[in-house]
């Protein structure tokens, strides 16, 4: 009997967050627009589908059990719909193309998914540069089941194509990449002197929460921090066991929700992320940005 009353206890208090939730949530509204907007990566320069001329595109960023209309006007050259991944319960028109000089309007009910998902193109040659993150955050009312961090970072490994992804290659998955990217940014390991290293600073000692999307389409990806480990505290959409490691293997869409703490002597750290075939390395760099009297 006492775990059947502690099971109902358990049941008891997830239903009165959930209400409290539900009476706290806010219906927001976003404006993507999908065009074609010129990018110079691997020393040459050519033209990519994005949303509001960003590559990745903009971050979704509500709270728990929140309603989010996503208004998509399609500026671009071809048909195309967007897949909202993690979302448990069916989204207002999910099989929605929206041809050329046309809008249409998502409307997403979040109910329990907490922590970091993502949304990208469903054709796999739009959804190499139409993709970006949807954070999650405890309802007003809530707090973290973990430390509270400093802040949060999303980080976004890409990859990045020489060739034209065009209507004509459209039906197809795109080879292997020519370069992978973190954020958007190829890193200095591809010989280009124009291409942009991602660069996230830290406070010395701050806790943080770093929320790993897989957004690449073949790869399973190894990410890591040098002399940083991290402690696992999410995944797709939901919190998880706490459970430690120094990186993250990461498949097709997956999404890990991190905490680091920047715990060691300031400097500048690589960040790393690669294929697990070993292919294309990219950096970026962790670095600190304030001292301390305990160094």
Not at 3 to 26: H, P
Not at 32 to 39: K, V
Not at 96 to 118: A, H, K, M, V
Request: with cysteine; hydrophobic share 40%; charged share 15%.
């Amino acid at each position: 009997m006492g775990s059947e009353k502690q099971g109902l206890i358990w049941l008891s208090g997830l239903l009165f967050l959930n209400i409290l939730a539900l009476s706290t949530a806010e219906v927001l509204y976003y404006e993507f627009f999908l065009q074609e907007s010129q990018f110079t990566k691997l020393c040459s320069t050519k033209s990519i589908l994005t949303v509001n001329g960003s590559f990745p595109g903009p971050e979704i960023r509500v709270r728990r059990g929140d309603t989010v209309f996503v208004n998509v006007h399609n500026q671009g050259n071809h048909a195309v719909s967007l897949k909202w991944e993690g979302v448990k319960d069916s989204i207002d028109g999910s099989n929605e193309l929206i041809q050329p000089g046309r809008n249409f309007t998502y409307e997403i009910e979040l109910e329990d998914e907490i922590g970091t998902l993502w949304w990208h193109a469903t054709s796999a040659w739009a959804a190499a540069t139409v993709h970006g993150a949807f954070v999650i955050l405890p309802a007003a009312n809530e707090d973290y089941p973990f430390p509270a961090p400093t802040s949060d970072q999303t980080i976004i490994l890409g990859e990045w194509f020489r060739e034209e992804l065009t209507e004509a290659n459209q039906t197809i998955a795109p080879g292997s990449a020519d370069a992978y990217t973190i954020n958007g940014h190829p890193g200095e390991t591809y010989g280009c002197s124009n291409d942009t290293t991602y660069e996230m600073q830290v406070d010395y000692e701050g806790l943080y929460l770093v929320r790993v999307i897989n957004a690449i389409a073949n790869e399973t990806m190894v990410f890591g921090v040098a002399s940083h480990s991290f402690t696992i505290v999410g995944q797709s959409g939901a919190y998880s066991r706490r459970s430690f490691t120094n990186s993250l293997t990461l498949a097709p869409a997956q999404v890990v929700d991190v905490l680091l703490c920047a715990n060691q002597n300031v400097g500048h750290y690589y960040i790393t992320a690669r294929p697990s075939s070993g292919a294309h390395i990219t950096n970026g760099i962790l670095r600190y940005t304030t001292t301390s009297s305990l160094i």
